[in-house]
């Protein structure tokens, strides 16, 4: 219903960010390679997502709108090993609920749907063009929920939100194109070729990303590798630590932690590297199913993990210093 999808929205989308979260992942679970977001006035009047993937099957875009049609999950077993961004088939009804959607979708070959829904329900369905991949439109965001739209901060503060969700996707992905445009502003431009270091260029700007060292350690369970700034060429804050677990930018303590263990020394103290820190493990050591987001995760072993990013961190400020 409706209503059901109102409350999981309040679970999954708390602001424009959100949505643009929920939207780009279901890009990249597509296998897009190239992937444009549009917003206006902080995503408070237009989200668009453009991407080239694999698109939806015009006979299950409407689909796609209904709770838990999730194209993703084939068994229980799959839970336990869970490789693309989304699994719970939550997100599409959730936004619909809120807004008002327009989607346009073709599959390589195929015919394509053109969809509108107007608070989650069905109002315009006709075949469009065949133009491989998916477009989808949010506006008014938040139309018929006030009370959510009275916690939505400043517009500088929501496009800082949305700014930060495309970088650290960016990040995760040096393998796709990412554009961010805000009004008539490019925010974002990341070319796509696959190199970390070039992903950190298009996020942090090319100077940044000169001045960044490739760090790597490997155990049995996890391979850790990716790129710490030093501290001369830095004053970051702890919110340029990026730290991605088999392609999926997570929030972790123990982790962002092992990271400024490593970067530290007895002569400073309370300072953060700029960081981008890949974890390579076995799905089967990762539990996504923590929270609605998936930003928290549950890790096995994550003491010998935190030593490892803390090893890989640490050899490269010894070999500095040397
Ligand atoms: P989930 O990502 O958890 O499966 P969503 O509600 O985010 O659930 O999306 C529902 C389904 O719609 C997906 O499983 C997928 O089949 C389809 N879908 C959504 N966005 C795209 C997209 N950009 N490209 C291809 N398929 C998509
Ligand atoms: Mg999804």
Do not use: C, W
Not at 5 to 33: C, F, M
Not at 261 to 290: C, F, H, Q, T, W
């Amino acid at each position: 219903s409706v209503l059901a999808n109102q409350i999981a929205a309040g679970e999954v989308i708390e602001r424009p960010a959100s949505v643009v979260k929920e939207l780009v992942e279901n890009s990249i679970d597509a296998n897009s390679t190239k992937i444009d977001i549009h917003v206006e006035e902080a995503g408070l009047k237009l989200i668009q997502v453009t991407d080239n993937g694999e698109g939806i099957h015009s006979d299950e875009v409407e689909q796609a709108f209904e709770r838990h049609a999730t194209s993703k999950l084939i068994s229980n077993e799959d839970l336990f090993r869970i490789r693309t961004l989304g699994f719970r088939g939550e997100a599409l009804p959730s936004i619909a609920s809120v807004s008002m959607v327009t989607v346009e979708s073709a599959q390589e070959g195929k015919a394509g749907r053109h969809i509108k829904l107007e608070g989650g329900k069905l109002v315009e369905s006709k075949p469009a063009s065949s133009r491989r991949g998916t477009l989808i439109k949010v506006e008014q965001l938040f139309f018929n929920t006030p009370a959510r739209l009275k916690y939505v901060k400043t517009i500088k503060t929501e496009l800082a939100h949305i700014s930060d969700t495309i970088n650290r996707l960016a990040l995760a992905h040096p393998e796709i194109s990412f554009r961010l445009f805000s009004d008539e502003n490019t925010l974002l431009k990341t070319v796509g070729n696959g190199d970390i270091r070039q992903a950190i260029a298009g996020v942090y700007g090319v100077e940044t990303a000169k001045t960044m060292k490739k760090i790597e350690s490997t155990s049995f369970d996890f391979k850790v590798y990716g790129y710490v700034s030093l501290p001369e060429s830095t004053r970051a804050s702890k919110s340029y630590m990026t730290i991605i677990v088999n392609g999926r930018h997570i929030r972790n303590y123990a982790l962002a932690q092992a990271i400024v263990d490593g970067y530290s020394s007895k002569l400073m103290v309370g300072r953060y590297p700029l960081a981008v820190v890949n974890i390579e493990m076995d799905p089967l050591l990762l539990d996504v199913n923590v929270h609605p987001t998936k930003q928290q995760v549950r890790i096995s072993n994550e003491k010998e993990l935190g030593e490892l990013v803390k090893k890989a961190v640490n050899d490269l400020m010894s070999a500095e210093q040397r």
